[in-house]
T-cell receptor, first 115, second 114 residues
C-alpha cells in the first residue's frame, strides 16, 4: 500500500520569502505524485503532477516540485510567496495502472503568508 | 454549473440514522470519485465510477456505505446506521478521462454524527 507524509501541518512565511512544503511518500511501485491546493471555501485544485517524465515539475502559480527517488520525497517550492498563496496544500500519491486515479492524500499543510 | 457541486454543505445527524449525500459532477465528466477526510487525517479514497462500468468499491470502509450513479450524472453516497466515527468531510471529484484525467473536486459535505 502507498502512503504520504506531509511534514508540518502549518507553515508560516513572510511575503516574498521562499515557500517549502515537504512531502515524503511510501510506495512499493514507482509512484505518481500530485500536489493539490484548497483555497478557503473552494474545492481542491491540481497544482502539478509527476508522472515519471521529468523529475522537476512546474505547476500553476509559480509552484514547482522535484521528485527525488533516493529520498522518497516530492517537496513543493515557490521562490517568492504572495499573499494569495495562503491556502491548504495536499500531497497525494497513486500507484498507477488501474489504480491511477485512486489517490492517497497526506494530512495537508496550511500555508500562512504574512505581509 | 461550472464546477462540481455537492449537497448538503453541512449535515448533522443522530447516531443510527441514515444519511444521503449528493454529488453533481461537471457535465461531460465520465469518471466520478468519492473521498472522505476525517479530522486530522488525509483524504481516503472510497469509491470510483467510470461510465457504465461496475464501480470500484475497494475503499468503502464497511457495508453501511454504498453509492450509486446513474449514467454519467448525479451520484449519491448513502451511509446507513451512522456511527460517530463516520463524522468527516465527504468530497466528490470528477474527471474527463477516467482514471488518468485530472480530478476536479467539489467543496465537500461536512457530516457530524452526534
Amino acid at each position: 500500500a502507498q502512503s504520504v507524509t506531509q511534514l508540518g501541518s502549518h507553515v508560516s512565511v513572510s511575503e516574498g520569502a521562499l515557500v517549502l512544503l515537504r512531502c515524503n511518500y511510501s510506495s512499493s511501485v514507482p509512484p505518481y505524485l500530485f500536489w493539490y491546493v484548497q483555497y478557503p471555501n473552494q474545492g481542491l485544485q491540481l497544482l502539478l503532477k509527476y508522472t515519471s517524465a521529468a523529475t522537476l515539475v512546474k505547476g500553476i502559480n509559480g509552484f514547482e516540485a522535484e521528485f527525488k527517488k533516493s529520498e522518497t520525497s516530492f517537496h513543493l517550492t515557490k521562490p517568492s510567496a504572495h499573499m494569495s498563496d495562503a491556502a491548504e496544500y495536499f500531497c497525494a500519491v497513486s500507484i498507477g495502472g488501474t489504480s491511477y486515479g485512486k489517490l492517497t492524500f497526506g494530512q495537508g499543510t496550511i500555508l500562512t503568508v504574512h505581509p | 454549473g461550472a464546477g462540481v457541486s455537492q449537497s448538503p454543505s453541512n449535515k448533522v445527524t443522530e447516531k443510527g440514522k441514515d444519511v444521503e449525500l449528493r454529488c453533481d459532477p461537471i457535465s461531460g465528466h465520465t469518471a466520478l470519485y468519492w473521498y472522505r477526510q476525517r479530522l486530522g487525517q488525509g483524504l481516503e479514497f472510497l469509491i470510483y465510477f467510470q461510465g457504465n462500468s461496475a464501480p470500484d468499491k475497494s475503499g468503502l470502509p464497511s457495508d453501511r456505505f454504498s453509492a450509486e450513479r446513474t449514467g454519467e450524472s448525479v451520484s449519491t453516497l448513502t451511509i446507513q446506521r451512522t456511527q460517530q466515527e463516520d463524522s468527516a468531510v465527504y468530497l466528490c471529484a470528477s474527471s474527463t478521462k477516467g482514471l488518468f484525467g485530472t480530478q476536479y473536486f467539489g467543496p465537500g459535505t461536512r457530516l457530524l454524527v452526534l
